[in-house]
């Protein structure tokens, strides 16, 4: 009887431990007080390291104990502690904290501290020590005191009753680098009969403002790239229906911001190759492990990232794995996509530590992928970094020359930027234009599932290379016309013929909008050019019913010579409210971008203005990105 008690008394204890030990997926969605989704909102383990952050519907997911108490917290609001249960959902409204926020200043990496001085009293907060965990590690000091001997200073803010620390901000935002450039103006076709550009499908601008207007930061001017924000969205164009690897579609209308204008958009939508057609892959992951990664979203969120696109890999493909610091070095030879955990392991042992000689990295990917090279496949080098290395003697140049060098061997090139504070676009960008390459911005996990997960295929494999565009308008219905965005694709006249000219790359599935703003002929603007004395071109052909004439040239993904498309565009003009939802939808994108820009040339630059116009293409929103776009216009109101 008492050995049966004893074997009861176990079999219960080790239920206990079962149940108690073992993790459980706790999902939820963080409100404030009127049921408004808090995205960014910081849900953490008690106790422990583990936490994670909600997503921009505030939705967020984390593996938990029962028995262990999560805490939920978010800057101006109170935190609030839920101790798991048998419940697998939790959803928190956290209440807003009326309280005054006092500014502190927060010290990361640093060691050696200056006595201060001054009668406000804020909280000092030692990154290198702290569990980030409640007040460990804290001292009480004055506010807006100075610290000597630190790598790094960053602001929170905190109120009288709880500490809230969001991820790591950048203090000083001009450590970030963005290459400079004035907006396109008004030409005449008379005086600039030509506009040629070349196609951008990267979207790094859109995610790289959303991470500073959901941080409440004020976004600079050159981070906004207008086409990079309209085509991070995808668009309803009909897939080609002969050889061309996309098709081509136009629609004309009246400009939201200009009543006097109209709005031309030219839409591509690349041909969607089905995932058991594509061709094998070659990628070689080049990695940055220098000291400046070591930050949570830089190196850690680089390792989950890639792991999403681990996922997608197949017995047919191969990955290597390259690294550089102070110096590169390969860390997986190249290994079979089915081999899932081999390369997993690779990137788990991963750790930053080092300078930044990004040259000899790049050196060794190519050399790397060119040994490895799959003929007819997909040969790419995917860089992840934040921009922050060196390559040669000076910066942006030698990078250039090196990339464009290394754009001829037939690899491809993605690069993946993370991290905030140093962030180097401007290199980022320099390396996706001048090589055969694309350029993603990682702001979070959610952005690596969409890049390299949902959108692997038109990520990952290009279906046209040197994709050139040139229109020409007809000087008899265009008085003026300007490019919206494009500006550092932008090409000469002579340029759209010369195939030793790179241009954008087309993936499978991708869609690439451009659009144009218009001063029909016999309106009076503000913005018309002026006729030259000596440059009068006169229309002499029959071509009244056409608004422009539009030509494309590409290569495919392996061809060296160019192939030409040519399409007419009639000039009919319709209302906005009989216009698609596409057009609505990007207009309203490309206004908010001329807004952030503080565009000399927009005259109405409301939110409602902008909110109004984006709601009326808002269906076709599976994916929530649109959602997102209209809480990130009413956050910069």
Known sequence: MKSLKLTSLALAMLFSILSFGQEITITGTVTDETKTPLPGAIVTIQ???????????????IQAQKGKILAFSYIGFNTETVKIGNSKVINVSLKSNTASLQEIVVVGYGTNRKKMSGSNKGIVYDRENSNNTSRMNMMVAPVKAKAESIAETRKIYVNRNSIIINPPLPTTPNQEDYEAFVENQFETPKN???????????????????????????VPKDAVRIEEMMNFFKYSYPQPKDNNPFSINT??????????????????????????????????FLIDVSGSMSDPNKLPLLKQSLKILVNEMRKEDKVSMVVYAGAAGMVLPPTSGDQKQTIIDALDNLNAGGSTAGGAGIE?????????FIKGGNNRVILATDGDFNVGSSSNKDMETLIEEKRKSGVFLTCLGYGMGNYKDSKMEVLANKGNGNYAYIDNIQEANRFLGKEFKGSMFAIAKDVKIQIEFNPKHVQSYRLIGYENRKLRPEDFKNDAIDAGELGSGHTVTALYEIIPTGIESDYSVSDLKYTKATNTGNYSNELATIKFRYKKPDGEKSIEMVQTIEDKTKNILSASEDFKFSAAVAWFGLKLRDSKLVAIKDTKSILKLTRQGLSKDQEGYKAEFVRLVEAVQ
Do not use: M
């Not at 009543?259 to 094998?280: C, V, W």
């Open 47 to 61: 106790g422990t390291k583990k936490g994670t952050q909600t997503d921009f519907d505030g939705h967020y997911s």
């Open 364 to 372: 060794l990917a190519y050399k790397t992928a060119l040994a490895n």
């Open 251 to 284: 629609e004309y209308s009246d400009c939201p911001w200009n009543s006097k204008h109209q709005l031309l958009k030219i839409g591509l939508q690349g041909k969607n190759i089905p995932t058991e057609n594509l061709p094998a892959s070659n990628l070689v």
């Open 192 to 218: 600039a009969p030509l506009s040629t550009f070349s196609i951008d499908v990267d979207n790094a601008s859109y995610t790289n403002i959303r991470r500073f207007i959901n941080n409440g930061q004020a």
